[in-house]
């Protein structure tokens, strides 16, 4: 049946590019781990008799029926990581869809319908710095020049990395055929907060996607020695960057919202000099546009002021940018009634700071989302965490949604 399909899937797919010291996972886009997660990918589809293949852009698709029939139910998440991260956050809706599609065949389900599993590569853009790649190109919200652009921290190009994997980086591109033939796309995901936790919960449906981006700050200074060079004299760009990053915590407290230096380069690197610059990527997010552009303006403008109070440069580029994204209201009202039937159950429904594939395809396809209770509320962290009974939950509540969307 689907929960002990589960339990043995999660046990072979938990080693795969797993850090030794760290115990988080580097599953990175086109890489040796990525490699191996996309082969267990393979035998699973092929384990269970279902038509495998990979799309343009890289993407995995495992499909029960004739996928040119249209109108296709399509379930699925992604396998890749960020740096250090857990184990939940992707894998668990890959492997719950075939766990799901084990617990319809154990109840003989029958489906008019074709039902795809997919496995969407680079979701979580650890390598490239853009996240949802594979969906993003599929759905047109990517070109191909953009992509080839793109270059991981060796120098090494999503093109070049494609290509030594051994895919076509000249194919990549949009794909509207293949998203005509998808009547809904429905993601489970783990939870990454604690909202379900508080309410006692074991799975929810998502409502909408907290719009968010991505910027980038470039302190320009002058490099000089850190142990000769007066104080007065510095033009030092890590001044105005750890001002800036207090800056966006205090705008995003005020706001509501959230707002996150999470990653930093330097020049020239060194314990005894000066930086001549300093990068940070901002990550913010918020329940609304106008609360977010608040927020990341609040940040822009006093970086500004603390970079000219230090005799230092400022450049500001937005790398990406998400906006709110309300998932189909039929479709999330469908979930609902198809997991409350017979029953009392009211399954609680919340909103996400977290970006997901279902949110760049919700522009072109119907799109859902159930989350799987988390009871730390933490995620991109080797501590993320979900009880096997609550993903055995999530693997159940998914077959009847699966089995209520395609047999209508």
Not at 358 to 383: E, K, Q, W, Y
Request: with cysteine; glycine share 12%; aromatic share 6%.
């Amino acid at each position: 049946m689907g929960a002990s399909s589960f339990q043995e899937m999660w046990r072979e797919l938990l080693p795969i590019g797993r850090h030794s010291e760290s115990g988080g996972y580097r599953r990175f886009a086109w890489t040796g781990a990525d490699g191996e997660c996309r082969a267990w990918f393979e035998e699973q589809a092929r384990a269970r008799g279902l038509a495998y293949e990979v799309d343009r852009n890289g993407n995995q698709w495992a499909w029960l029926g004739d996928p040119a029939a249209g109108d296709a139910v399509v379930t699925g998440s992604h396998l890749d990581s960020v740096p250090d991260g857990g184990a939940f956050d992707g894998p668990l809706g890959v492997v719950s869809s075939f766990a799901a599609l084990d617990e319809l065949r154990r109840r003989n389900a029958r489906l008019t319908k074709p039902l795809a599993i997919v496995n969407f590569g680079d979701e979580e853009g650890a390598r490239f710095g853009l996240a949802c790649v594979g969906s993003r190109l599929t759905a047109g919200q990517l070109g191909r020049e953009q992509a080839h652009r793109l270059t991981d921290g060796d120098g090494v190009t999503l093109a070049q990395a494609m290509e030594a994997a051994g895919y076509d980086p000249d194919a990549i591109g949009p794909d509207p055929e293949r998203l005509a033939r998808i009547g809904a796309f429905v993601e489970l995901h783990v939870e990454q907060g604690r909202a379900l936790d508080l309410s006692g919960d074991a799975v929810g449906i998502a409502s909408a996607i907290w719009p968010h981006g991505r910027w980038r700050f470039d302190f320009r200074g002058e490099a000089n020695h850190a142990g000769t060079t007066r104080l007065a004299d510095r033009r030092d760009p890590m001044l105005p960057y750890a001002e800036t990053v207090l800056a966006a915590r205090r705008e995003a407290r005020l706001a509501g919202a959230v707002a996150t230096f999470g990653k930093i380069a330097v020049e020239p690197n060194g314990v005894n000099a000066i930086a001549s610059l300093v990068r940070g990527w901002l990550d913010s997010r918020a329940a609304d546009q106008d609360t977010l552009d608040t927020v990341v303006e609040g940040v822009e403008r006093a970086a500004r002021e603390y970079a000219a109070a230090h005799g230092v440069d400022l450049d500001v580029v937005r790398e990406s940018f998400t906006p709110v994204v309300e998932f189909d209201h039929a479709l999330r009202d469908e979930l609902a009634r198809i997991l409350g039937k017979d029953t009392d159950l009211k399954v609680p429904v919340l909103g996400t700071g977290a970006g997901h594939d279902a949110g760049i395809l919700s522009g072109t396809v119907p799109t859902a989302m159930l989350f799987v209770r988390n009871p730390t509320g933490v995620s991109h962290s080797p501590a993320e965490s979900a009880a096997e009974d609550d993903c055995v939950a999530g693997v159940l509540a998914l077959a009847d949604v699966l089995e209520g969307l395609a047999r209508t």
